[in-house]
């Protein structure tokens, strides 16, 4: 640069002193994209890997990938890097072989990348070494420019780079739960952040900063609106909202979706019916359908849900799921959209066993389903529970593609002062075995269609965002978000090293921070578990907001809506009994499933209660009586809480203040909740184990009653 | 600084370059505290008048002064003071006698600035100049602060200071509407700042920066929720919440309050009356005031709606709202609280006139209110219309004290997007002359007690603050705010001078910026009334949410309700009779006030409809008919929204990107609303007009039926 070493010293100091305290304002905003600078080691290393760019031929993704690139680089090395012409020592080549001739030139192999994937190779042109970024499209590109900044700001080298990556997952999706008066049903992050009122005209930047983190993890997809679903969202003042929304969205590559309301033909079309097999009906859909690609050419679907928890559906006119998706595929598919299809069903009539209800409804239509819909399933058979063995219908509909759902935003995981990363549950789902196949029929399998050979591939979280500053109510819950996404890229994916990964770019790549806070991270939902639901109990929370303990929650307007239906705790014994001396729900599974969940022997004591209703007596496997296990499992929860926050307050050294106080004050809320959580249950439970705690544990500090009257009427998400 | 000028040059330019985006990312955030470094000749004339801080004994508020003066001088001047223990050339030392001993000695006439205001002063302290900050008060040294800062701020000498500065009103308070699930009735600016469900243990940073906004004005108090109450926030869970807040706000002199609901008793305290005269309730009161103490040892007292739009109150029991208010004020007296009483109040019988009941209601009951009551009484007899006459009550009760409620958010004035700055409004409203004790006898003098020689004073202020990043919905709503804390501490303070120092300190001292801001800030709220109720029309717009035009709006559970009810628009004419020959509202103010309200000769047309209904061929003082002079005005209103744009057009060199972006996206949004408003106006009126528009002016585009089929359910602030 010819400016003296001395004298770039003193520049960096003035510059350090001048803007430190407003230029490193750490309020999460940023996300996983910070960009912070590199240490001087790194910077020594990266900066003459990342001299200039070179770009090709213009395009809007194309434009984004650079300004990412742009803003990426400038932040982590100090220096916006220049945009050059022609490849230089150092250049970054960015393009698809049809934007740019550099790329064209290298004849690299971008079958691996298919269409949406990318390579990010280290290479030689003309004598110059050079990094080049190379898919066969544009959103490609994009994908590759956040994976290669991803690289430097995991600290990794990027000297000899040989990558390919391409989605295993063809649909990656987050459903918003976001209501027209911008509530988000189980949101705790602040408000919806689409500001419907002032859309289409004010486009809030926000809507772009959401589309760059989503493209940064490869997310492609979202469902704007609740699936509890307001008719209104699909008339013209909606959809000419929703086609703003688009158009940030597109050069990012996501399209958006709407839930579609199975009644809307009645409420906003006049009908009298909405029966899927009514010619006015179909015809009304057809309309509509066409309407909506007039305001959005590439619009992705429908999500919907139907005859389920009071929605409208097919059944309402005694119709299958089948009849109504199908309708809805069929005026969708002549514009190359699809049905989302939620399997999330259960009938009005009290059933014998919830858990059983969708892969009854589900697995007799298998092959009935028009080719472009997905079914979504959520990862357990009851609703997001800390945990759940994993969805009988995977593995069950060969002809049909199912999509997972998993919850991002945690309804029943301590909402957003709780820290519960949840790559460990997604990586429990997805890693479980269905044995429809054979032995490694694993849910993944399922997910990317390997298993029966599908090409309609889907992943849907549903998303934890709002309006909060840090978008997700909480530092770490940006981890949920992250992690759902990464997964979705390919669900092969380890919950450790996503985590790793995240730390790094969110908070430091200091060794000294990360080992304890991976750790952390890696134990926590387990943690939850142990102090909401252990040993395979669910479902136990209060009603409504689930906000806190209820497991003595029983009457009103359904039993399966109850703590009791799901604990059936007595003086014999706790637990649901769903063998076929029960419920019969294992034999929904493959019979080498079925066969370990039904065998005391075999069973992973995770699942036990959610399989078996056994004495208090039972022996656990640590020799302890049931009675006693679940004392100390919940008092465990607690105990690991109580480390956690250990934990974070010695790593003050390696987080700014801003966040690291929020954290804390968030993990001292989390604790003493866990243990409202485990007094309050071993209080309950107490009635009908009749037993002592035992030796050591503390019992519960205050009386049943106490914890039985709390209230919380204004709890959030509801 | 011994670093040659070349260099300083450099280390400036490479600054700006590695710092610019983040630290100067203008999000509104700051408010009018932005600090942003002064020009390089202002550095030079401050600079030697600012070298270092003196403190004496601290104390929170002392210790938030200090923290204050850092964070403001480190910003405007580049460097961080120093805290010296002697007074040294350039030194600026804080404190109050008792706290300073430098203050102490220096024998200033502390008098001037009475329990909360502040002396600054250049002086000589041992041969060195230094400027001198000083109180009576912790609270007064911390106002004084903020005052000092912003002298810098708007760029005034601050070489030979003598200021003296008190407040004129006791009480300076914000409502907010906020309710306890978050939302904000009326509220456009996202969700209530209080996180009530993460508090008390999570004190978002945010209630800090809040509690500084407010004190930088001189607000001393805040009712933290809605008017149209709910009783839970009495019970110990939200008192909790409460005193957390109280805490956090403290230091800054902001005293906390509550609305009571005025059945709490019956709600929460399980009794079957809520009657004021009943031994049990008055006890349940006194054990609540009591707890609250014991939560909040300076709670400010309760605000209460009582008897209004549905609302509980005394008259439920045969009681008057002197029972009502007398009743609360005894169980607060013991502790210094006090009650403020809304005379918002209106009966569920249909009235001849609503706009004469709280005049009605409250004037007999002059003198019969317990010595610690307010009245809060809305600056207009309606309902903070975009223009309202001066509320008859100010003046007519010389043995009660009343405290002005005016509305900062902009319920009837186009949300946050609509450009309204409402200093004008409010300067209107305080200037009026209510002739109760000769000429000159303006409502600012009834509010500032010195009509009466009242010494229980109050201003009050509907916030407009929620969750938005900018706090307030849009960059120009903040004036709003501020401008209402302005007048608070000073009613005589200028609108003008006012948005004056607001724009210097939120965006720029440039000249060339500041005088078309601020003509344009000084026109809006007139160009507002214009497009939607010139001509003293009032209570037009859509039922319920109130966005956008209704005129036609009839029928319904109340007439006052509608807008028919309001402009009483038939085939003869237009306006609402409020002479003798009418309702007889004019009546209830003084006779020179009544006398130039009825004689059309005399009357400023901005009032003409609010007070006489009027034959569509009326003259107009412009010599036009009636009906042309509406057309002219409606047509006028949305010519100055189109100037406002292209004015704000024009400053691009001066506001950074983000705001101007903003600004500019929301004025197209009200020129397109005002337009709106100006053509479903016209095209209702003109069915009762029957007359054709003046010549150039263009016919509504739709027709009317067009305008009333528009339909927004999910409209903001409900």
Redesign the interface.
């Known amino acids: 640069m010819g400016?003296p070493t001395f004298?770039r010293g003193?520049?960096i100091l003035?510059?350090a002193v001048?803007?430190a305290?407003?230029?490193?304002?750490e309020d999460g905003y940023d996300l996983w994209l910070r960009y912070r600078p590199v240490e001087a080691q790194a910077q020594a290393r990266y900066q003459p890997l990342a001299t200039a760019l070179v770009a090709g031929t213009p395009s809007p993704t194309l434009d984004a990938a650079q300004a990412e690139l742009t803003r990426g680089l400038?932040g982590l090395l100090?220096a916006?890097p220049p945009v050059a012409s022609a490849v230089r020592e150092g250049a970054v080549v960015f393009g698809t072989p049809k934007s740019s001739a550099v790329v064209a030139g290298l004849k690299l192999p971008l079958e691996k990348a298919g269409p949406e994937g990318y390579l990010i190779r280290s290479v030689r042109i003309d004598g110059a070494r050079a990094t080049v970024i190379a898919a066969n499209s544009d959103i490609g590109v994009l994908y590759g420019a956040f994976a290669y900044l991803r690289l430097i700001q995991t600290r990794q080298p990027i000297d000899a780079l040989d990558i390919a990556s391409a989605p295993k997952v063809a649909l990656r999706m987050l459903n918003h739960w976001d209501n027209?008066?911008?509530t988000v049903e189980r949101g705790y992050s602040?408000?919806s952040i689409w500001d419907?009122?002032?859309l289409p005209?004010?486009?809030d930047?926000r809507y772009t900063d959401y589309a760059r983190a989503n493209a940064s993890l490869g997310i492609n997809a979202t469902t704007l609106n609740n699936v509890n679903a307001n008719a209104?969202s699909l008339t013209p003042m909606y959809l000419e909202k929703a086609a703003a929304l688009a158009d940030v969205f597109r050069p990012y590559g996501i399209k958006v979706y709407l839930t579609a309301r199975f009644s809307a033909p009645i409420e906003i079309g006049g009908l009298k019916t909405a029966d899927p097999l009514d010619p006015q009906v179909r015809a009304w859909w057809k309309a509509k359908a066409d309407e909506i690609y007039r305001y959005i050419p590439d619009f992705g679907g429908f999500t919907v849900k139907a005859n389920s928890e009071g929605q409208p559906g097919p059944q309402d006119y005694k119709r299958t799921h089948a009849d109504g998706a199908n309708m809805m595929a069929e005026v969708l598919a002549p514009h190359g959209g699809e049905v989302i299809w939620r399997a999330f069903v259960y009938s009005h009539e009290q059933p014998d066993d919830r858990a059983k209800q969708a892969y009854d409804e589900f697995v007799p239509l298998d092959g009935k389903f028009a080719s472009n819909v997905i079914v979504q399933v959520k990862n357990g058979a009851i609703d997001f529970q800390p945990r759940e063995p994993f969805h009988p219908l995977f593995g069950a509909t060969p002809k049909t593609p199912l999509a997972m759902e998993f919850q991002i935003t945690k309804e029943y995981l301590g909402?957003a002062?709780h820290l519960a990363y949840l790559g460990t549950m997604y990586e429990e789902t997805l890693t479980a075995d269905t044995w429809r196949r054979g032995k490694g029929s694993t849910v993944a399998k399922v997910i990317d269609g390997s298993l029966f050979g599908q090409k309609r591939t889907g992943m849907v979280g549903v998303a934890n965002i709002g309006?909060?500053?840090n978008w997700s109510g909480s530092d770490f819950d940006q981890a949920n978000w992250y992690v759902f996404g990464r997964m979705a890229w390919d669900p092969y994916l380890s919950a450790r090293d996503i985590a790793d990964e995240w730390a790094r770019q969110t908070f430091s790549n200091d060794a000294a921070f990360l080992k304890p806070t991976v750790d952390m991270m890696m134990g926590s939902r387990e943690a939850v578990v142990d102090y909401m639901t252990p040993l395979g109990l669910h479902h136990l929370m209060a009603r409504s907001h689930h906000y806190g303990p209820g497991p003595w929650v029983a009457g009103g307007e359904r039993a399966d809506w109850t703590s009791v239906y799901y604990h059936r705790a007595d003086k014999g014994g706790i637990g649901f009994d769903r063998t076929p001396t029960g419920s019969g729900a294992t034999r929904q599974y493959a019979p080498q499933v079925a066969a370990v969940f039904e065998d005391l022997k075999r069973i992973d004591e995770k699942d036990l209660l959610w399989f078996h209703h056994l004495p208090w007596d039972y022996r656990a496997r640590s020799g302890r009586t049931l009675w006693d296990e679940l004392v100390v499992r919940y008092t465990g929860g607690v105990a690991d809480v109580t480390a956690m926050r250990n934990t974070w307050a010695g790593l003050t050294p390696y987080v700014d203040s801003?966040r690291h106080a929020?954290v804390g004050?968030?993990l001292?809320?989390q604790e003493?909740e866990a243990q409202w959580w485990r007094d309050a249950s071993i209080a309950y439970f107490q009635t009908f184990s009749e037993r002592p705690l035992p030796a050591g544990y503390a019992p519960p500090p205050k009386p049943l009653s106490y914890y039985e009257a709390l209230s919380f009427?204004?709890?959030?998400g509801i």
Chains 1, 2 share one sequence.
């Open positions: 400016v004298l003193l520049i003035f510059a001048l803007c305290p407003a230029a490193y304002a400038a100090g916006t027209l008066d911008r602040g408000q419907w009122h002032k005209d004010w486009k930047p209104l909402f002062t309006t909060d500053r801003e929020q004050a968030f001292a809320i003493k009427p204004e709890a959030p």
